[in-house]
Nanobody, 121 residues
Framework: QVQLVESGGGLVQAGGSLRLSCTASGRIFVTYAMGWFRQAPGKERELVAALTYDSANTIYTDSVKGRFTISRDNAKSTVYLQMDSLKPEDTAVYYC??????????????WGQGTQVTVSS
């Protein structure tokens, strides 16, 4: 069983930055693709960013390109989401997820519990 624990959420003003972290238990982390999703009130959960087990490939949703950066440290079993130039529309609960391949990231095997990000205008 793999557990994913997010941290780093909070309240920030528009234009500010936050870095989310997600630490995984279990040795399979190094073989899994990882992703960050978000869900705003009244909206469906959406994929924000994802990367392969070796960080060779990344994907981003259009609305965060150039502002968010996903990265991972396999030695620490941790994936990060650096969020810069935050906008009020980035307000959501952010979830990390693990999938066997990046192609399957929208059907992850494991989910974290979520962390709230609130961007004030």
């Amino acid at each position: 069983q793999v557990q994913l624990v997010e941290s780093g959420g909070g309240l920030v003003q528009a234009g500010g930055s936050l870095r989310l972290s997600c630490t995984a238990s279990g040795r399979i982390f190094v073989t899994y693709a990882m992703g960050w999703f978000r869900q705003a009130p009244g909206k469906e959960r959406e994929l924000v960013a994802a990367l392969t087990y070796d960080s060779a490939n990344t994907i981003y949703t259009d609305s965060v390109k150039g502002r968010f950066t996903i990265s991972r440290d396999n030695a620490k079993s941790t994936v990060y989401l650096q969020m810069d130039s935050l906008k009020p529309e980035d307000t959501a609960v952010y979830y990390c997820a693990a999938a066997r391949t990046i192609a399957a990231i929208n059907r992850p095997n494991y989910w974290g519990q979520g962390t709230q990000v609130t961007v004030s205008s």
